[in-house]
């Protein structure tokens, strides 16, 4: 079993930025790719970013691609997706999940049986 626990959720203003972390327990995390997803009111859960059980292979959307970051320290069981040049389309409640099936972590949220309780990150303009 996976327990996955995100923080650093908040409000900014549209340029700036926030790092948000998923602390995972459970004896097994450390091989499973770790995706991050957001989910904004009235619309689907969206992929973010993914990476692998080594923290290689990052990969981000189209819709996030230079300005997140997502990494992975093994050693704290914790994976990170650093957010700069926040916009207002970026509002949404972002979820951790871990994949145990992909290599790489798939775009795909159904993909993802453990998940996070979620964090709020609103960008006001």
């Known amino acids: 079993q996976v327990q996955l626990v995100e923080s650093g959720g908040g409000s900014v203003q549209a340029g700036g930025s926030l790092r948000l972390s998923c602390a995972a327990s459970?004896?097994?995390?450390?091989?499973?790719?770790m995706g991050w997803f957001r989910q904004a009111p009235g619309k689907d859960r969206e992929f973010v970013a993914a990476?692998?059980?080594?923290?290689?292979?990052?990969r981000n959307a189209d819709s996030v691609k230079g300005r997140f970051t997502i990494s992975r320290d093994t050693a704290k069981n914790t994976v990170y997706l650093q957010m700069n040049s926040l916009e207002p389309d970026d509002t949404a409640v972002y979820y951790c999940?871990?994949?145990?099936?992909?290599?790489?972590?798939?775009?795909?949220?159904?993909?993802?049986?453990?998940w996070g309780q979620g964090t709020q990150v609103t960008v006001s303009s």
């Open positions: 999940a871990a994949d145990p099936k992909n290599l790489y972590g798939s775009s795909w949220s159904s993909e993802y049986p453990y």
């Open positions: 990476v692998d059980w080594s923290g290689g292979s990052p």
């Open positions: 459970g004896h097994t995390f450390s091989r499973y790719a």
